[in-house]
């Protein structure tokens, strides 16, 4: 399938919805909403302001912000001026922040005042030129200005064009393997994603999807929030997760139809007690996993409690814009995250790039329109990552006979001892259903005799003790001895980054530390 695209990029898709539905509401967030003439109205005037502090095409324009209605401003008048939008995870310390600002090369960031401290701790005169404060202010003067201030800016002529192919977004890969990349998206890459998802699940301009997840991530900008505004629906915007339960509330009284979820908050769900009400009256259609693994246990006890509302599991990275697979409306299968999305193509290859035949184990290969142009200022990586305009994962899984993809493990966390393949997915799975496991996490060790060896990493569940004598025994009698990790270790919390991805490397630094500490 060829997918189609009405629009050039996202100024183009705002304003024509603003022309052709102006007093539809395109936004909630708290007791505010806003019509798409209104939101139109605020991306005008904000990008007036980055006109006149002589913001260009190509220039970078970086978000440390929370959810909120200035992140949807910023992002569409970004596109206005034919600049670059640069979303940054707010979960950084300054130090990693700076690297940011300056890898990227932002000429402005536009930050949330409850960050005060990390922003001016990371901020060097090579940096930025600007920044612009959500909240409270908190400097005046010539580099500082407030957001209600800066869409108060004088008009404007603002006459720039941008084209599918053009540079949108920026995406800093999450550093799970070393420094963070920034992937290069266009406005076709996201907007692919927008039309794909689009057909598989009918989406209608009646559909509102909640975004609690933050807005930096790739999951939450394309799916949870281009896509709505992209098929002329509505996103309800949650500034802070806590209270946890005003983000049932805000479904509920908002009648949300999508949820965009990662597997910690389906996790918490599928326990929660919700009330009876919430359960007859919501209009949730349809619950969807990403950004991480969902385990097969918290995905059935989904699928039991909401008996009407399909769950699905599905599976990108922000190098693919994010999505590239997930399960379809009509034929779900659990342990699998579906079949490639509409448009597009996923193979796997062997490490010599030959494609493998059906139910063989390879990495995993997506081609397609989402597929990134390449790492900024990155030549060598982009060259490793892409081939034949295709992106190659680093994930290894295979296709079943449908073209259903199972993941099997990523690629540089295979372990191999004595010459044989370990995934450690196969045996997280397995310690994941004992008694007391919330969350594991299976790393490779260097071992004199076997080159490599297993080791595991357990969270509890909250209040919850680990048999682990019993673990040990319980994996012998259902894996093969040289699968078995060599020692267990309970730790308080695995180490995750801003959507629920275990970092490994953060594993193995601890391994290694306490081996020569």
């Known amino acids: 399938m060829k997918l189609e695209y009405p629009y050039k990029n996202f100024y183009e898709l705002l304003k024509y919805h603003a022309t052709t539905k102006g007093d539809k509401k395109a936004l909630f967030i708290g007791k505010r909403s806003y019509t798409y003439k209104e939101l139109l109205n605020l991306c005008d005037s904000f990008a007036n302001y980055l006109v006149s502090i002589d913001i260009k095409p190509e220039d970078k324009v970086a978000l440390f912000l929370r959810n909120s209605l200035e992140y949807v401003v910023s992002v569409f008048a970004i596109s206005k001026v034919g600049a670059i939008t640069v979303p940054v995870n707010t979960f950084l310390k ?13 000429k402005v960031l536009v930050a949330s005042s409850q960050y005060k401290d990390i922003v001016l701790n990371s901020i060097a005169p090579e940096s930025c030129d600007s920044i612009v404060w959500e909240g409270k202010d908190i400097k005046s003067g010539s580099m500082h200005i407030s957001f209600d201030k800066a869409i108060l800016t004088e008009n404007k002529t603002i006459n720039i064009q941008r084209e599918l192919e053009d540079l949108a977004v920026f995406f800093y890969t999450s550093g799970t393997t070393g420094n963070p990349k920034g992937a290069m ?3 076709k890459n996201i907007f692919s994603n927008a039309a794909s998802a689009t057909i598989l699940f009918n989406i209608n301009p009646k559909d509102r999807s909640i975004i609690f997840l933050p807005m930096f991530h790739s999951f939450t900008f394309s799916i949870g929030m281009m896509l709505l505004l992209y098929a002329g629906g509505s996103i309800v915007i949650i500034e802070s997760i806590r209270p946890f339960s005003n983000i049932f509330k805000q479904t509920l009284l908002k009648r949300v139809t999508l949820f965009f979820g990662v597997p910690d908050v389906y996790r918490a769900l599928s326990k929660a007690k919700l009330p009876w009400y919430f359960m007859w009256f919501h209009k949730i259609r349809i619950f969807v996993s990403g950004a991480a693994p969902l385990q097969e246990s918290v ?11 399909a769950m699905l599991e599905g599976y990108g990275l922000s190098e693919s814009s994010p999505a590239a697979c997930i399960n379809p409306l009509h034929k779900q299968k659990i342990g699998s995250v579906g079949p490639a999305m509409p448009g597009y193509n996923i193979k796997i290859v062997d490490d010599n790039y ?4 059906q139910g063989e184990i390879g990495e995993i290969v997506i081609c397609g329109d989402n597929v990134m142009k390449g790492y900024y200022r990155r030549l060598e990586a982009t060259k490793e990552a892409i081939r034949d305009g295709c992106l190659l994962t680093g994930d290894l899984g295979y296709l079943d006979s449908d073209g259903y993809l199972f993941i099997v493990d990523r690629k540089k966390d295979l372990i191999i001892t004595k010459g044989i393949n370990v995934y450690p997915k196969e045996i997280e799975s397995n310690i994941d259903v004992f008694p007391g496991v919330k969350q594991s996490a299976v790393i490779g060790i260097p071992d004199d005799k076997s080159g490599e060896v297993p080791i595991a990493y357990l969270e509890p569940e909250e209040g919850e003790s680990i048999d682990t004598v019993g673990l040990k025994k319980y994996l012998k009698e259902i894996l093969a001895d040289y699968k078995v990790p060599k020692a267990i270790y309970v730790i308080e919390e695995l180490p995750k980054n801003a959507t ?11 391994h290694q530390k306490g081996k020569s500490g």
């Open 94 to 106: 300054s130090e990693e922040l700076s690297y940011i600002l300056e890898d990227s090369d932002a």
């Open 185 to 187: 998206l266009t406005y």
């Open 299 to 309: 995905l059935k006890a989904m699928q039991d409690k909401f008996k009407k509302t």
């Open 354 to 357: 030959k494609e493998l035949p």
């Open 500 to 510: 629920g991805k275990v970092l490994k490397r953060e594993l193995r630094a601890r």
